[in-house]
């Protein structure tokens, strides 16, 4: 499963009320804001009632796959493609005509609560490059590390990460039921599917710009 953004968001603006009252033709304004997602308005109002629903993510019955090569980590969560024998480049599906296509992860890292219950303990974006180096993003600051992906599992090294050891730990697919609990008590529920490495559950999304989530750039001026 991959997100991805869409196109993006053309925005017109008709200007002038004194030029509408006098007849004359009014002034578009076109802004293009290619990190906007399509939907997203900026109207952060939201409904009464969706905001008193429960969202419960029951972690008790997800299910996993490992993932044992890595071209089928790379193919997943990676930033870039490339050949394994060669290094050569290998471009990614184009989400946008003329412009290359990468990978950045939105991450969880998951923890425990004051009750000890499995639970999301930070967020941000995580990339992992092919230079051999991976960052996570949290509160504007980076942490960085670097990777290998041996014996079938991803190797993580960053002194902030495991008491400073390595973590060495299965790419898995996983997917976990996600209850929708209504304020009133109709219920809904979906699957939610990440990839986890260690304490990192890991959503792919599409991008045409490194370690960020842009779509299509702006056309040139």
Known sequence: MRFNPGLFILISVAMGPAAL????????VALCDP?????????????????????????????????????????????????????????????????????VNWAEVMGKDDQGEDAVIARGFFRIGKDGTFQFDYAKRPYTGSWQFRDGQMVLDAGWLNQGEPLAATVEKVQTPVELIGSDGATDSYLEEVYRIGPFRLLPIDTTARGMVQDCACPAN
Do not use: H
């Open 21 to 28: 009252a006098n007849g004359q033709a009014p002034t578009e």
């Open 35 to 103: 990190f906007l997602a399509p939907g997203d308005n900026n109207d952060d109002s939201g409904n009464e009632e969706d905001q008193q629903s429960e969202r419960r993510v029951r972690y008790d019955l997800e299910k996993s796959e490992p993932l044992t090569s890595e071209e089928a980590v790379m193919d997943a969560i990676y930033e870039e493609k490339w050949d394994l024998s060669s290094l050569a480049a290998v471009a990614r599906p184009a989400i946008c005509e003329g412009q290359d296509a990468y990978v």
